[in-house]
């Protein structure tokens, strides 16, 4: 099984040096691609593998790129944005490749740069990864040394600029047009579409936000190419993917498998199934803002179009395991305390609704739950539905409670009718 | 007022986005790095100094979690109240901490050396249940481990 995001990476948590990186091939993709290549070519190649944005939303990388204009006269200033704000629940992936490969990401942040002509690009890294900040910020200097930053790149005649810049902590800052506020000094509020980033991004100009393991992906499809890339998945999404497991498993971690593995073949044969004393119930598949999959459910392949079907999606491919000893109105509770908190309070349903919702889940789980306030909790789930909302963040804030009202009815209805959480004594 | 060095510093920051104000939000961390938080009066000075209304300015430092508006303690404990914190049992650590200095979520010692604040999941979830203290990430933490840890910060 072939593992390109990972096989350099050192067991014992240390990163990964830039002889060793060099000596291993890496950063040759970059002659190849700033001499050899067009950036059309480039944006073609990336198209072709199907890489799919490892964010959450999992659009197709290549096809962000080509909404650019290739007209580099008639909008010189275009930006690249590392969107590495990572903090989305129970997700952990970015932080690995960031501390531990930061020069794979760097040479992916050339190639997309030079795929869409920038020549100034910005790593927005959330403010909790102090390690990344520091890896990231040596490395950076590491590669302007050796020549594959800053002017004249190689002596291909292309510039470029990475910056990094630090957050100060707010879930709206990974929402791609709060990110761009963020990034201009402003309140991290998401901004009306169209028009799109790829129009009008950072500072008005053209820009392009990708994920962190999204770019990291960039320079091994260069390198082997797309049919290479595609090859890596069970299933026709291209290559692999960083899963993570948390919960109460033997042996929580994060793992690079094709993408498209089963989720029980995650949890149970590299997370190591669950702890002694702890039974499987239930799973969000990609951070908080999925929507659970029950144990029966769990030989689904771990990709985007597959956890469709189960009305539930890939997000960040980092699993949250329920067991039987938590209580899952405490879970979704948990959930949606963070989602009211980070609301950025620019629309209302989202504004008013989340904290209303997050209220009546705390009566519940305390005993003082009604049966009508069921009905409340599913009308929020139409009230913040997509559509109804300025951006993704209520929306997604109600896929764990509406799939978890149906699964996990008859434990609401538990707390309501005993008048207590019957997970505490 | 803002002390040369800090006004150096933010003007240093400000050269790298096309117009000042874009510094913003690197000035109030500048000014924070310093003072450990942000005054109304460091609202306006940085305001007075990047051209922006000071409603602004305090717009931006209310919203961001990180930027403190109220005093602080010399140190800061961020224990993870996230998702994957909670199975794992933040709720033991927290309680243990609280008691042990005295004081909740969002209050800070009478001698002023910790403040304690949760902070959402800190993207360490396979080694929850996680804390920061000032910038120091402490995790698969344990009710023994705790005493010895809170001994560093002084
Ligand atoms: C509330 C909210 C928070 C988000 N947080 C992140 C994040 O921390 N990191 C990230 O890469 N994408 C995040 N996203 C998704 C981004 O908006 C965007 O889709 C992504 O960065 C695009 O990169 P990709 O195409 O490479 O996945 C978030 C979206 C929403 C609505
Ligand atoms: S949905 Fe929530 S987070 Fe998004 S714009 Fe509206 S209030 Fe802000």
Known sequence: MEKPLTKHIMQDGSQLELKNYVQAGGYLVIHKVLKKMSPADVINEVKAANLLGRGGAGFSAGVKWSFITADKEAEPIRYL????????????????????????????????????????????????????????????????????????????????????????????????????????????????????????????????????????????????????????????????????????????????????????????????????????????????????????????????????????????????????????????????????????????????????????????????????????????????????????????????????????????????????????? | MLTEKEKYEILDEAKLYPYPSAACLDALKIVQHRRGWITDESVSDIAALLSLSTEHVDGVATFYSRIYRHEVGRHVILICDGISCMIMGYEPVYEYIAEKLGIRFGETTSDKRFTLLPVSCLGDCDHAPSMMINNDLYNDLTLEKIDHLLEKYV
Request: charged share 20%.
């Open chain 1, 81 to 425: 944005v590392c969107n590495a704000d990572e903090m989305e629940p129970g997700t952990f992936k970015d932080r690995l490749l960031m501390e531990q490969h930061p020069h794979q990401l760097i040479a992916g942040m050339i190639i997309t740069s030079y795929a869409i002509q920038a020549n100034k690009a910005y790593i927005f890294l959330r403010w909790a990864y102090k390690k990344s900040e520091t890896v990231l910020r040596k490395a950076i200097a590491q590669a302007y040394e050796a020549g594959y930053l800053g002017k004249n790149i190689l002596g291909s005649g292309y510039d470029l600029d990475l910056y990094v810049h630090t957050s100060a902590g707010r879930y709206m800052c990974g929402e791609e047009t709060g990110l761009l506020n963020a990034l201009e000094g402003k309140r991290a509020i998401p901004r009306d579409k169209p028009p799109f980033p790829a129009i009008s991004g950072l500072f008005g100009k053209p820009t392009v936000v990708n994920n962190v393991e999204t770019l990291s992906n960039v320079p091994h499809i260069l390198e082997n190419g797309a049919g290479w890339f595609k090859s890596l998945s069970l299933t026709g999404e291209g290559g692999t993917k960083l899963y993570g497991v948390s919960g109460r498993v033997k042996n929580p971690g994060l793992w690079e498998l094709p993408l498209g593995t089963p989720m029980r073949e995650i949890i149970e044969n590299y997370a190591g199934g669950m702890t002694n004393g702890y039974k499987l119930r239930a799973a969000l598949p990609g951070g908080a803002s999925t929507d659970f999959i029950m144990e029966s459910q769990m030989d689904v392949a771990m990709d985007f179009a597959s956890l469709v079907p189960l009305k539930s999606r890939l997000g960040t491919g980092t699993i949250i395991v329920l067991d039987d000893k938590t209580c899952p109105v405490a879970f979704i509770h948990n959930l949606e305390k963070f989602f009211a908190l980070e609301s950025c309070g620019w629309c209302t349903p989202c504004r008013e609704g989340l904290p209303w919702v997050e209220k009546i889940l705390k009566s519940i789980e305390e005993g003082n739950g009604k049966e009508s306030d069921l009905e409340i909790l599913k009308f929020h789930t139409h009230y913040c539905a997509p559509g109804h909302t300025f951006c993704a963040h209520a929306p997604g804030a109600m896929e764990p409670l509406q799939s978890g009202l149906i699964y996990f009815h008859d434990d609401f209805i538990r707390h309501i009718n005993e008048k207590h959480c019957p997970w505490r004594s």
